[in-house]
């Protein structure tokens, strides 16, 4: 059964034309991560939800934003995509106490042409 | 800082050998200490998760030790398989204002030959 839902899997984009990676999941966790991997990179984290609250990381660039209509969804939107944003978005989710397992989706291979 | 380092980067064995991939951590405060697998191309799936009190876990032909004292962790893999070629990520986990913030490492890309 899928858990942590990725649409779509891959995703072409023009430079500077907005894009919206969505993700999904049925797990009914509290928070829910977005992450960024570049090529034989580990996952760098872009931001998280707990619950309605949105925590950015330091150093994510603005370009970067994100959207949690409910418990079930959420959204990374990339403003004005640039050539180095081509990556892999990881989704993941877990519950808000220490030690639950995060769980991963499958990944959104973006390209930007 | 904060951070996670695995050795070897790559790593190519035959298939049934027996190999084993080190992490050795500088994250406090300590949470956890996870192993994934991520195949090319996809999202990354847990083997193990550890925390400080626990030595040694399984899952299967895959064992991960953890030594809190040096802030080392190891994961053996026993006979291996083909399918086993894949990264190999070794993530530390910080629990802060409610929620695990995950430090990972680079990971070792690990090649199963015939």
């Known amino acids: 059964d899928a858990m942590v839902i990725q649409n779509p899997r891959y995703q072409v984009t023009q430079f500077g034309k907005p894009v919206t990676l969505s993700c999904s999941q049925t797990?009914?966790?509290?928070?829910m991560y977005w992450y960024q991997q570049k090529s034989s990179q580990a996952p760098k984290l872009l931001f998280h939800?707990?619950?309605?609250?949105?925590?950015n990381e330091a150093d994510t660039p603005d370009n970067f934003q994100s959207r949690r209509p409910n418990t079930s969804f959420c959204f990374l939107d990339i403003r004005s995509p640039g050539l180095g944003d081509a990556a892999m978005y990881l989704c993941?989710?877990?519950?808000?106490?220490?030690?639950?397992?995060?769980?991963f989706g499958p990944g959104t291979r973006l390209t930007v042409t | 800082k904060n951070q996670v380092e695995q050795s070897p980067q790559s790593l190519i064995i035959l298939e049934g050998k027996n190999c084993t991939l080190q992490?050795?951590?500088?994250?406090?405060?300590?949470?956890?200490l996870r192993w994934y697998k991520q195949d090319t191309g996809r999202g990354p799936v847990s083997l193990t998760i550890?925390?400080?009190?626990?030595n040694t876990k399984s899952n299967g032909r895959y064992t991960a030790t953890l030594d809190a004292d040096t802030k080392q962790s190891s994961l053996h893999i026993t006979a291996s398989q083909l399918s086993d070629s894949a990264s190999y990520i070794c993530?530390?986990?910080?629990?802060?204002?409610?929620?695990?913030?995950?430090?990972f490492g680079a990971g070792t890309r690990l090649a199963v030959h015939p």
């Open positions: 993941a989710t877990s519950r808000d106490s220490e030690g639950w397992e995060q769980y």
């Open positions: 797990l009914n966790h509290n928070v």
């Open positions: 939800y707990y619950d309605k609250d949105f925590n």
């Open positions: 992490c050795n951590y500088t994250v406090s405060p300590f949470s956890n």
């Open positions: 550890m925390t400080f009190s626990e």
């Open positions: 993530v530390v986990s910080m629990f802060s204002g409610g929620y695990n913030k995950l430090i």
